[in-house]
């Protein structure tokens, strides 16, 4: 049973920080790493995606994948409220079927 | 360019019965994903469609099933609906079947009462 792990939260930060979000999987034949913005009542959408070890810088958005330990993370700088959602982590092997975590709520408060 | 349309918005099913949700991808998107969101499983993969062929499938029993027309819009079938299915259908699209990039639709809300 592949499985993607993130803690639920509520992940709760001040406006203008840094917020990390963190995301661990158990299949080592992982090939591609997803996060996906989820607001309330909504449909996911992409933020970004990674395949390679290090850092993937877009905006204020940072995902950062590491194979060997088998994490994968999402930082959002200057956080805004308009980023209070849940966060979705996934990830897909060489059969490209994507196992979800069950997502991390974030609050950025004012 | 118009995002993936999914009809119906809400449904109200009874137990027993059949439900067809549709889903448009985004012009010229030719495969076609979905999912079952539920407040106790999260985000799962039901099925995929390319080029009008099923590529993957998910652990969902027979009951669920889906196809792809030629034009790329897609439907899935729940037969024998039970009131676990209640759940938010969601359809997403990308250009390939191993794609990156997935644009989910705004979902179909399923009840079973």
């Known amino acids: 049973q592949k499985e993607v792990e993130q803690n639920s939260g509520p992940l709760s930060v001040p406006e203008g920080a840094i917020a990390s979000l963190n995301c661990t999987y158990s299949d080592r034949g992982s090939q591609s790493f997803f996060w996906y913005r989820q607001y309330s009542g909504k449909s996911p959408e992409l933020i970004m995606f990674i395949y390679s070890n290090g850092d993937k810088e877009d905006g204020r958005f940072t995902a950062q994948l590491n194979k060997a330990s088998q994490y994968v993370s999402l930082l959002i700088r200057d956080s805004q409220p308009s980023d209070s959602a849940t966060y979705l982590c996934?990830?897909?092997?060489?059969?490209?079927?994507?196992?979800f975590g069950r997502g991390t709520s974030l609050i950025v408060h004012p | 360019k118009a995002g993936v349309t999914q009809t119906p918005r809400y449904l109200i099913k009874t137990r027993g019965q059949q439900v067809t949700l549709s889903c448009s991808p985004i012009?010229?998107?030719?495969?076609v994903s979905w999912y079952q969101q539920t407040p106790g499983q999260g985000l799962q993969f039901l099925f995929e469609y390319f080029s009008e062929t099923q590529r993957n499938k998910g652990n969902f029993p027979g009951r669920f099933s889906g196809r792809q027309f030629s034009n790329s819009r897609s439907e899935m079938n729940v037969s024998t609906l039970e009131l676990g299915d209640s759940a938010l259908y969601l359809c997403?699209?990308?250009?390939?079947?191993?794609?990156?990039?997935?644009?989910f639709g705004p979902g179909t809300r399923l009840t079973v009462t």
């Open positions: 997403a699209s990308s250009l390939e079947w191993t794609g990156y990039e997935q644009y």
């Open positions: 996934a990830v897909k092997g060489g059969s490209y079927i994507p196992t």
């Open positions: 012009s010229g998107h030719r495969s």
